[in-house]
């Protein structure tokens, strides 16, 4: 898939849509061949292009996004808080968000180390005292190339706000480099002034239910292989319940099946449901892939009980949209819950209750005194 340079557009309806297209500057679409191997890369003189990817973008006004953004920032003049920026200034202009970057406090994480906004703010103090090792704002930017930690390829954050969230990669820590002793200074000029950089990545992922293209033959076969695991786990006695109310001892139980989330799991089943579909075409297309761990059995009961008696849970998922894009969602985030499954260790036995760690609430007498007494 080849993703189309575009500038921000006005279009509210679709991310993916064909926009004017950007001029091709330094051979950007090329990955530069220099491996960072996670040290800052200094270059004397030279001004360097990394890029991220930003993907799983949710806005509270207009749903999960089905494309995802390239943006390219310059090292030595861009930082963390003009990739944040961008993000909601491609929004707004798309009318898909009315927030602006400093509406709201906000949080963004990258390489396992968290920046905050809005703290500089708080209680009325502004100066540069106030300014906190994390601060990340429009004083503090945090420019790419002087972060504590170096950007190296592959670096994964995230970043949480009041109405918008995403997910953030590091494609590449120098995509391009730009020598400026063999450019023109007013060309020189004129590059800088095109970025940020913006490239949509479209969505491929069709709206049809029956066609599997959000997932592959080797994820069937794997999610095949750990419902099957589910299966004979939850039908062994692989947890502990206690003996009497004296607590004697414990004896082996069935674990109990996990609480349905009424987030992620209702709002597909919402999606999937509101886009008038039954419940068997949708499980055996989408949700069986999704719910590894379930069984047809109990998803069948939840999604009746939702659709005859608690159906003020989902009936606002994807209200404003079409069939289709309810469809297209339902799919995105059924791989995105699929492959946080296949991503995670097997379900466990439960360790005895005589663990230390295990038992703490049950020797714990404040604990037993309300429980027992």
Known sequence: MQPQSKVMSTSASNMASPTSVMPNIANLSQTSEKKTGGAEVVTEG???????????????????????????????????????????????DKGLSSDSVYSHLWSLKLAGFTYQYGWRFCGGKTTQNSVKPNTLDEAEPRIISTLAIPLADGQKGRFIGSNIQFS??????????????????????????????????????SADIFQQDWITAAEMGLCENLRSHFEIFTRGKNSWKP??????????????????????????????????????????????????????????????????EDYFEIEHYGRNLSNERKIITAKVLAQKRMRSFLG??????????????????????WYNKWRFN
């Open 243 to 308: 003996i009497g109310r004296d607590l004697i001892g414990y004896e082996p139980c069935k674990t109990k099946h996990p609480e349905w989330n009424l987030g992620r799991e209702n709002e597909i089943i919402g999606l999937l449901m509101n886009a008038g579909y039954k419940f068997k075409k949708s499980w055996n297309n989408i949700l069986k892939f999704a719910f590894i761990n379930r069984s047809e059995g109990a998803t069948s009961y939840h999604w009746h009980r939702l659709r005859n």
């Open 46 to 92: 030279k001004v360097e292009i990394c890029r991220f990817l930003i993907k799983d973008i949710n806005s509270d006004e207009a749903g999960h996004l089905l494309s995802s953004l390239y943006i390219d920032l310059i090292r030595s003049q861009h930082g963390l808080y003009d990739l944040v920026s961008t993000v909601f200034d491609v929004l707004n």
């Open 168 to 205: 953030i990669v590091v494609k590449s820590a120098a995509l391009e480099e730009i020598d400026p002793t063999t450019t023109a200074q007013n060309e020189m000029e004129r590059m800088r002034s095109l970025y940020p950089r913006v490239t949509e990545v479209p969505n491929e992922i």
């Open 344 to 365: 995670s260790d097997l379900p466990k036995r439960d360790p005895h209750p005589s663990d230390k760690r295990s038992a703490k609430r049950w020797f714990d007498p």
